[in-house]
Nanobody, 122 residues
Framework: QVQLVESGGGLVQAGGSLRLSCAASGRTFSTMGWFRQAPGKEREFVATISWSNTYYADSVKGRFTISRDNAKNTVYLQMNSLKPEDTAVYFC???????????????????WGQGTQVTVSS
């Protein structure tokens, strides 16, 4: 059974940092990503990693870093210089096949975690 379990969310002041983790079990994945959803808004792409290749949304580029530890089957999202507009529920997502392009759409991913809340106060 495939499971994705996020952790590391919380409350932080603007300018602060948080590191999210997503531990996968049940299989390995070629591509993993992070999405977020703020209240009243659609879920949006944040970052993705296919083995060692990474891609970011413009809104987080230069502030967030996605990485993975294949031995632990875990993906991380290091978030620095956080802004109030980064406040959202952050979801981990995984795709089991294909690395031929950058995967930034909701439907590109087969598996999802339950989400972790990130709140940035001003």
């Amino acid at each position: 059974q495939v499971q994705l379990v996020e952790s590391g969310g919380g409350l932080v002041q603007a300018g602060g940092s948080l590191r999210l983790s997503c531990a996968a079990s049940g299989r390995t994945f070629s591509t993993m990503g992070w999405f977020r959803q703020a209240p009243g808004k659609e879920r949006e792409f944040v970052a993705t990693i296919s083995w060692s290749n990474t891609y970011y949304a413009d809104s987080v580029k230069g502030r967030f870093t996605i990485s993975r530890d294949n031995a632990k089957n875990t993906v991380y999202l290091q978030m620095n210089s956080l802004k109030p507009e980064d406040t959202a529920v952050y979801f981990c997502a995984a795709r089991s096949y294909g690395v031929s392009r950058v995967y930034t759409e909701f439907d590109d991913y087969e598996y999802w975690g339950q989400g972790t809340q990130v709140t940035v106060s001003s």
